[in-house]
Nanobody
Framework: QLQLVESGGGLVQPGGSLRLSCVASGAFLDDVAIGWFRQAPGKEREGLSCMRTTDDNTYYSDAVKGRFTISRDKAKNTVYLQMNSLKPEDTAIYYC??????????????????????WGQGTQVTVSS
């Protein structure tokens, strides 16, 4: 059973950067789709980015395109989300996700929470001065 554990969240000032990490255990991240979601208070869970580990093809939502970068370290079985130019509206709990159905990244032009079976516990990111 694949398990995901995020880390790297915290408090950062507007304009700052953070790098989230997601360590996978129980299975290798080969031929899967991995990604990141977030959920702010009172808002629905939002898909931000995903990667097909079949060819490392990536997708980003309009909200984070140009500011966030998804990557992975195959040797460490770890996924990263580099977040730059952070804004107060980026404040949320960030979740790492995965699915064995790599075609779900993306699907119908986006990233749906219903397409990802495996979820981490989340890490809090707060952007505030």
């Amino acid at each position: 059973q694949l398990q995901l554990v995020e880390s790297g969240g915290g408090l950062v000032q507007p304009g700052g950067s953070l790098r989230l990490s997601c360590v996978a255990s129980g299975a290798f991240l080969d031929d899967v789709a991995i990604g990141w979601f977030r959920q702010a208070p009172g808002k629905e869970r939002e898909g931000l980015s995903c990667m097909r580990t079949t060819d490392d093809n990536t997708y980003y939502s309009d909200a984070v395109k140009g500011r966030f970068t998804i990557s992975r370290d195959k040797a460490k079985n770890t996924v990263y989300l580099q977040m730059n130019s952070l804004k107060p509206e980026d404040t949320a709990i960030y979740y790492c996700v995965a699915t064995t159905i790599w075609e779900n990244c993306p699907r119908l032009g986006g990233i749906s929470r219903y397409d990802y079976k495996y979820w981490g516990q989340g890490t809090q990111v707060t952007v505030s001065s």
